[in-house]
């Protein structure tokens, strides 16, 4: 399999058309090769909006023009072939699966609930584990973090236990995934996310890989927070 750099982003909308250049003139600053894509806000007539010159092929969930909505871009240098897709119809998730040199791979897309709603992963993460006879990734902004010591930059309000959480951490360790990041930097506190309402840093955008693959990871990053409230995270 080739070199690729995955992307995953809330870019809180795409509104208007000059914010959907900035979105993809940054996407191809940062060389992305997949990008995942959340709250793009697109209707299901729109959901070819996110096509251009660059990325060649779409994958979207839709919900509405004001709210939800998931998408995959894959660039066309990226020489695949696709073999099926899973959407939500409530626009917060979409699986596909591709084959990349002949290498199946199933890559998910996912908007978690901001509410602790541990049905909505339990039903995400049963529909990709139809998958997981190949390498998983997924990717997304899950609206909770995996580990509240090291991913939260105040741990002293709300310490009730995320049932959520609870739910992702068992679905990791049923189908061997990682937190591709945090393999990478162990002990760092970097965040993803700014909330003014409870005024504090969290990582709840992340990437999680089958362990078949994290050793073939060579970087994995947190980029600045520009055009959405949301940073940019990568691996290559």
Known sequence: MPTLKFLTWNIRRIGSQAKKIKILNHLA?????????????LSKSDHDKLKSSQFTHTFSATYNSKQRGVSILINKNVSFSHNSTVTDPEGRFIIINISIDNNPVTIGNV???NTDNP???QNFFS??????????IIGGDFNT????SVDKSTTSRNKRIWHSTETIKQFMSDLG?????????PSTREH??????????????????????TSNIITS???PIVISDHAPVTFT
């Open 29 to 41: 600053k940062i060389q992305a090769d997949i990008c995942l894509l959340q709250e793009t806000h």
């Open 111 to 113: 908007y978690g609930p």
């Open 119 to 121: 049905s909505f992963f």
């Open 127 to 136: 529909s990709i584990s139809n998958y997981s006879n190949c390498p998983i």
């Open 145 to 148: 973090v995996i580990n509240r």
């Open 177 to 185: 995934l990682g937190n591709s990041w945090r393999l990478q930097h």
């Open 192 to 213: 993803s996310f700014f909330s003014p309402v409870h005024r504090s840093y969290s990582r709840i955008d992340f990437f999680l890989t089958s362990n078949s693959i």
């Open 221 to 223: 990053r947190i980029h």
